[in-house]
């Protein structure tokens, strides 16, 4: 009896403690004020003993009024503002990142790494080019723009987090994004709607995503083709590309082996498990083999004969729905076309 009862304290106070636990959960990052963000821009420009027309323009751009409403987002803008009145190269930064076009090109950014950049403005001027990058589709660049970075030194982490998780995401890299969505949601109360709504989206996106699937697989299709749109091409991309080569390939023979075990389970001879005469050809036909190929490292490499190439499809077609086969043949479609282009 008395070890019972000390089994079921011991059980109670675990659960006590768990719970406490819960409670007692801080996030990693905090999401930071007006007042806080405002003291700390205010004297980082008063530092650097500017004249006294720009502490003034400084001063306007944030008055002293708490702003309740004011987006992280937003507070970055004026961030950014504030650092164009003493640097030209923000200014001109800001101007190209303001300019509409049709065929966008990020704005020149090789700078933001200089040594004369102090961590306050280069960090928070990074993540401002980022948002550029990410606004026009070029995830690669921006994870490489925000490498590094962390959600202290930023004004907007929210943002931070939310475009790694975003870009790790349409670069097919779930592992990257679940870790990353972990940390956005630490503040869930605190983000903006739309960073809340596309978080959980990609949380149930990423939930049914297996790898080497044939859905893993057209999702690298789509990010090499978006890479393609944009004009990036060389080796990151034919590495890309070899690996969605390869993960085809890998599932064709798991295909094959699949479709020799059922023909294997079958081939019993004729009905009632009599063998076939030798006069009548059997109405079955052999399992498909199909000759390795040398697929090389360009674009426009992996092409099959006409012959193959139907088989292939044939074996995709029997366990997948028709629409994976359409992507298939128009990625591979697109890449003849890049070949054919100089």
């Not at 937003?74 to 990142?97: G, H, K, N, W, Y």
Request: a negative charge; aromatic letters at 8%; glycine letters at 6%.
């Amino acid at each position: 009896m008395i070890k019972s009862l000390v089994c079921c304290w011991l059980v109670v106070s675990a659960a006590a403690a768990f719970a406490q636990q819960e409670l007692d959960f801080e996030p990693s990052w905090a999401v930071p004020t007006y007042a806080q963000v405002r003291g700390q821009t205010l004297s980082w420009i008063r530092q650097q003993a500017p004249q006294k027309n720009s502490v003034q323009q400084a001063d306007a751009l944030w008055p002293q009024v708490e702003l309740r409403t004011v987006e992280g987002s937003q507070l970055l803008d004026r961030v950014v503002e504030t650092l164009a009145l003493l640097d030209p190269r923000v200014a001109a930064l800001v101007t190209a990142s303001q300019r509409p076009s049709l065929f966008p090109v990020p704005p020149e950014g090789a700078w933001l790494k200089s040594s004369d950049l102090r961590p306050f403005p280069r960090q928070n001027l990074k993540l401002y080019y980022a948002r550029w990058l990410f606004q026009h589709g070029f995830y690669d660049r921006v994870v490489d723009a925000l490498a590094g970075i962390t959600t202290e030194q930023v004004v907007d982490p929210a943002s931070l987090l939310f475009y790694r998780a975003v870009a790790h995401h349409q670069l097919v890299q779930p592992e990257a994004c679940r870790a990353v969505l972990v940390r956005l949601q630490e503040q869930d109360n605190f983000l903006p709607q739309r960073y809340r709504q596309v978080a959980q989206l990609l949380e149930r996106d990423l939930s049914a995503l297996q790898d080497e699937s044939l859905d893993h697989i057209a999702r690298r299709m789509n990010d090499v083709r978006r890479r393609l749109g944009i004009g990036l091409a060389g080796k990151p991309v034919q590495i890309v590309e070899q690996g969605v080569l390869d993960s085809l390939d890998r599932l064709i023979k798991k295909l094959e082996q699949q479709q020799q075990q059922a023909s294997a389970g079958g081939t019993g001879g004729g009905p009632g498990g009599q063998p076939m005469p030798d006069s009548r050809l059997p109405s079955m036909q052999a399992p498909m083999q199909v000759e390795q190929r040398d697929i090389g490292s360009q674009s426009g490499w992996g092409d099959l004969p006409d012959k193959e190439r139907e088989q292939a499809w044939q074996q995709i077609g029997r366990e997948f729905p028709a629409h994976y086969r359409t992507l298939v043949e128009q990625y591979f479609r697109e890449l003849a076309n890049e070949a054919e282009t100089p």
